[in-house]
């Protein structure tokens, strides 16, 4: 049992398939998130990117790439991007919740 994520649900696989512009994050639980990269980039949770919205805002940015992926704790994941910005920190339970696969519901613009 993980303190840290009250879902008990973490990444086991983390792949960045350039070709495709998708992030797929294989889950302790069997299930596969396949994000495409202008998706991720705008749910960015950071301060800067969010400004002072109530709630988490889409921001429907287009022709991100990703540059690299670090790990958080135990308990989320930081994008870098190639544009240089990388202070949005995804924790675990938001990304699976932003699942864009049809049993999730598709992409969310909205929470
Ligand atoms: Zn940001
Ligand atoms: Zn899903």
Redesign the pocket.
Known sequence: MSEMTPTGLEPVEVRHHRSRRVLAIDWSDGHRSEFALDYL?SW???????GHAPVPRY?DLVGQSLAGIESVGNYALMFRWSDG?D??IWAYPRLRELCPCEACGGEKREL
């Open positions: 980039r960015c949770p950071c301060a800067g990117c969010q921001l910005h202070t949005g």
